[in-house]
């Protein structure tokens, strides 16, 4: 098992633009969660999903949004970006929940000009 | 509000010598708290976790909820402990706060 994978690694958008980031779990999980990781800070939590619905949800804006396939796998969806959004993304796995040990991937960086 | 400080974004210490990262939260429910590490170019993994009381790699965590903090220990520190070290915290809402960070060199 090659682990969490994301893509893409990297992204260059625009202010205004949307981006959708995804993210596949290690085989036998169904919980993915995202986070968001700015230069010099640690993750924030932006969504948690466990069988195709969400279980936990972050203080971020109604511009994220989510979604998990039945085959586990997770898009993330970023409206309207802003200059701020720019950051690495990062995907997690568990069997099913937060409390369990969580399995990174590598990030997506997304660059916002 | 939930938050978990991390007071030392870098902690330089000798090999050999013991080393303690500070963590402290603030929440007024029953937490879970996690250690998790990065080392250089891997990915970001859990080291250990309140709720186990094990010692991973002679690291090891005690949850004080009298002063809200949960502190990493290692009584000797090894030069391949050199990482960037997060404590986090899960709330009973299944909300995952992570703290700062703290860069730990180990100096041989």
């Known amino acids: 098992d090659a682990g969490v994978t994301q893509s893409p690694t990297h992204l260059i958008k625009t202010r205004g633009q949307q981006v959708t980031l995804r993210c596949s779990p290690i085989s036998g999980h169904k919980s993915v969660s995202w986070y968001q990781q700015v230069l010099g800070q640690g993750p924030q939590f932006i969504f948690q999903?466990?069988?195709?619905?969400?279980?936990g949800r972050g203080n971020f804006p109604d511009r994220f949004s989510a979604r998990q396939f039945p085959n586990y796998s997770s898009e993330l969806n970023v409206n309207a970006l802003l200059l701020g959004d720019s950051a690495l993304y990062l995907c997690?796995?568990?069997?099913?929940?937060?409390?369990?040990?969580?399995?990174f991937g590598p990030g997506t960086r997304l660059l916002v000009l | 509000a939930q938050r978990v400080t991390q007071p030392e974004k870098l902690l330089s210490v000798f090999k050999g010598a013991p080393v303690e990262l500070k963590c402290n939260y603030s929440y007024s429910g029953s937490p879970e708290l996690f250690w998790y590490v990065q080392y250089s170019r891997q990915r970001l993994q859990l080291l250990l976790r309140h709720i186990s009381r094990e010692s991973i790699k002679g690291f090891t965590a005690d949850l004080n909820k009298g002063e809200t903090s949960f502190h990493l220990k290692k009584p000797f520190a090894q030069e391949e402990d050199s990482a960037m070290y997060y404590c986090a915290l899960l709330n009973t809402g299944n909300q995952f706060y992570f703290g700062t960070g703290t860069s730990l060199t180990v100096i041989p």
């Open positions: 999903y466990y069988e195709k619905e969400e279980r």
């Open positions: 997690a796995s568990t069997r099913r929940g937060l409390e369990e040990t969580q399995y």
